[in-house]
């Protein structure tokens, strides 16, 4: 749900412009892997893997943060 309202947020249609892999959260490494492969475009990953140390190891870009787009409460 939060990574539609982001990409709602940035004027994409979730429903029309992209195709999403639901999966369980939490293995940020299969997703890093499928980034590297090529397999997948983008990914939503959590803040304990270090978003911005990771993309700019691989020459990636952090494209959006949840928390800029939704208010959490905690």
Known sequence: MFTRIVLRGAGLDPDR??????RSPGDYGMDLRRLRDGSIDA??????????????EHGWQVLAWVGDHVQVPT
């Not at 412009?17 to 639901?22: A, K, L, P, R």
């Not at 990914?43 to 700019?56: H, I, K, L, Q």
């Open 17 to 22: 412009d992209i195709h999403t892999v639901v």
């Open 43 to 56: 990914a939503v990953v959590g803040s304990t893997m270090a978003p911005e140390a990771v993309a700019a």
